[in-house]
């Protein structure tokens, strides 16, 4: 999808890292019609939190399971016909060219996108190295790029500061996805690549993923609102 086609509040998708179907029940009656894209991930996901994505994705809610698959290619593509079921938008799964092309097949016929995560947002050039790879962070994510994109994976989760980049190497055809995403003066907790939403956008991100800066927010709603705000500008 070209950028300009995705409306700029459609843009945020808030991360519900909460602990129950309750709590992420509570949060979205907070957050109301200032957020129309949600992520669930392992902490709602492992509680209870899948036929939620179907219930959202019912009420007119755009849903991203953000699972991040890994296994042998049988058992990945079992898993995203079964997540395609659900009514979800986006499902991820780790940049390995066995798991994208089993997903990328699995998904054939369904509305279900496929995103591609290259190199986590909380890891540095040290972690890669520490996890037995010789390669730069940067050098690795634009690797997995060009293979999600020879593969025909839907989209591509970097953090931002390899938006630029990306884009250079995928063009527009590809959603670019990105978490690390930290506004002005909010805590960067385990987050080691981040950028403000404005120059997330501005470097070329089409969605941007945000979990504590909103759900830990006092007024999670006007955090939500301050994002859009942002995003707005950013794109003049
Ligand atoms: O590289 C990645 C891939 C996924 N995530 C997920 O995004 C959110 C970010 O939450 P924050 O609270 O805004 O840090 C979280 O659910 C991660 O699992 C990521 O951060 N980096």
Known sequence: MQPAQIAPRDRLIVALDLPSVAAAEAMIDRLGDS?????IGYQLGYAGGLPLARELAGRGKKVFLDLKLHDIGNTVAR???????????FLTVHAYPQTMKAAVEARAGASLKILAVTVLTSYDDND????????????????RARQAQAIGVDGIVSSPEEAAAIRKIVGHEMNLVTPGIRPAGSATGDQ????????????????????????????????AEAIHAEVAQALG
């Open 35 to 39: 957020v129309s894209f949600y992520k």
């Open 79 to 89: 898993g995203v016909e079964s997540v395609a079921a659900l009514g979800a938008t």
């Open 128 to 143: 890669l190295q520490a996890a037995g790879y010789g390669l730069k962070v940067s050098d690795l994510v634009e690797a």
């Open 192 to 223: 080691k690549r981040i950028m403000t939403p404005a120059r997330a956008i501005a470097a070329g991100a089409d969605y941007l993923v945000v979990g504590r800066p909103v759900v830990e927010a006092d007024d999670p709603k006007a955090a």
